[in-house]
């Protein structure tokens, strides 16, 4: 990608800062370190130091729309400031293309003493715009921001939803080339939210590019068109937000110990040939094994099934999804998952409005209290469309060592034509804790079959199931006054 098409170009960003063991310590080193930048001599590392960053390399074009994950302490905020410039690396480069308008920590760039209408002024001052221009735009930012005669107060007299919304829509207004929004939304109530993603978008129509930090996998997945992974100053990896959301769940949720290993899979990419198994000696039996995500977490003996659902065309036997994730095991492992329809057949291609159930198996390898089972279907880009829960909040079964567990969820089809796909998962509420014990993402593909007038529906589900006709009434200008109506 050259220069004239990128907004952001991050090379080789490092963020390191010295660690002492007393003030002592910290006096002597900063002297040392003036005196040599008096002598026009090199940084010396000596001390113990801390990467916040380290060797962080990206580019994002012109127009996109790129998130960034990572668990908390991840170095995503020390990266947005240094690309905001208000950081500055301590090796490394970043070059920016475009006006920036940027939303990190709250109320950054405001001054509590001033009113929220002054700050308006200064913050599109720092943003770039002149006097005149946020006098022109200040109805559109009273009106997004609403938070009426408060504008005239003090902002440390505000809420911190009054900031947010404030220093959102100042932001937005100032039409930037480059918008960062760093978690900024999660503290606005659900209507602001919606409101702040609805404009998003409309600045994502308009060809500015934005850079989108959210623990929120859904909001990244439903915004973006790239994410980004960080972990311990590190980009894990970087691709499509699905996958990339995939592993940063996977990290989150892993145990302590771990975790280590979790974040190598994801840095060398040895994820997408991983071998699942709850079973230590299984794992070094097979230690060098290249297999599919799913391999030793799914039955290998999956087969199409004789009967109706094949001679009928409900079962595709090549529809097997490439996407698949497999948290680590924590006691007990999802072994198959499957769907059947009313007579028992499995398929993968379903008729709408028929009567399915989606099958899960699991093995366990050490007593459980408590245990849930879990499902969702999802779009091909990862929105979460519906799901079920075995058991209700504080209950659950017991199981115990070597046992074998199988569930079957039931669900009528009212999907449009397209295809989808199906989570699953093993948690335990033991004691008052949630614990996910295993989660297969995209665990299984499936596909829904046209069906008599799907070509008018719009979205993920039919809002006709019953074939009621759409009424179309038609009052014509005529003498007579008459009236034409039709059904479709």
């Not at 916040?52 to 020390?78: H, M, P, Y």
């Not at 859904?218 to 699905?242: F, T």
């Not at 159930?357 to 879990?374: C, G, K, P």
Request: glycine share 10%.
């Amino acid at each position: 990608m050259s220069s004239d098409q990128s907004a952001i170009e991050v090379r080789g960003v490092s963020k390191r800062y010295a660690l002492f063991s007393s003030p002592a310590e910290r006096l002597r080193r900063s002297a040392a370190v003036r005196v040599r930048r008096l002598l026009g001599q090199a940084y010396s590392a000596n001390a113990s130091e801390f990467a916040a960053l380290d060797s962080v390399s990206f580019e994002i074009g012109r127009g996109e729309t790129v998130g960034i994950v990572g668990r908390n302490g991840s170095g995503k905020s020390t990266l947005l400031q240094i690309i905001c410039g208000t950081l500055s690396p301590t090796s490394g480069s970043v070059l920016v293309n475009g006006r920036i308008a940027a939303l990190l920590e709250l109320g950054s760039g405001f001054n509590p003493e001033y009113t929220g209408r002054d700050n308006v002024f200064l913050n599109s001052a720092i943003l770039g715009a002149s006097e005149e221009e946020t006098r022109a735009r200040m109805d559109q930012i009273l009106d997004f921001a609403d938070i009426g005669r408060f504008i005239d107060q003090p902002v440390k007299t505000y809420s911190s939803g009054m900031y947010v919304r404030l220093a959102f829509a100042t932001a937005i207004n100032a039409q930037p080339d480059i918008l960062i929004v760093d978690e900024a939304l999660a503290v606005g109530d659900e209507a602001f939210q919606r409101k702040c993603f609805a404009r998003l978008r409309q600045i994502q129509e308009q060809g500015a590019t934005i850079l989108f930090v959210s623990h929120n996998a859904q909001s990244v997945i439903s915004l973006c068109s790239r994410a980004i992974l960080l972990d311990q100053g590190q980009m894990l990896m970087e691709g499509a937000p699905k996958e990339v959301t995939a592993q940063y769940q996977r990290l989150v949720h892993a145990r302590k110990e771990d975790a280590e290993g979790i974040r190598q899979s994801i840095l060398t990419g040895a994820w997408r040939t991983g071998n699942v198994s709850d079973d230590p000696e299984a794992d070094e039996r097979h230690e060098g094994d290249a297999k599919p995500a799913l391999q030793g977490a799914l039955s290998p003996a999956r087969t199409e099934p004789e009967g109706s659902a094949q001679t009928t065309g409900l079962f595709d036997p090549n529809l097997k999804p490439s996407s698949t994730v497999s948290f680590d095991p924590n006691g007990g492992v999802v072994t198959d998952v499957f769907l059947t329809d009313e007579e028992g057949n499995k398929c993968n291609r379903l008729e709408h409005g028929a009567q399915y159930r989606l099958n899960v198996s699991a093995t366990f390898s050490r007593d459980i209290e408590q245990v849930t089972f879990a499902m969702m279907l999802k779009t091909t880009v990862g929105d979460h469309l519906a799901g079920q829960w075995s058991h209700r909040d504080g209950e659950g079964v017991k199981v115990t060592r070597g046992d074998t567990v199988e569930i079957s969820f039931p669900f009528r089809n009212q999907l449009v034509p397209g295809t989808y796909f199906a989570n699953a998962g093993i948690f335990s509420s033991a004691d008052g804790e949630f614990t996910i014990i295993h989660r297969l993402l995209d665990a299984l593909m499936f596909k829904v079959v046209p069906f008599e007038h799907s070509e008018v529906t719009r979205g993920s589900v039919n809002l006709r199931p019953d074939g009621a006709s759409v009424d179309i009434r038609v009052t014509e200008k005529t003498d007579g006054d008459g009236k034409t109506a039709a059904s479709l």
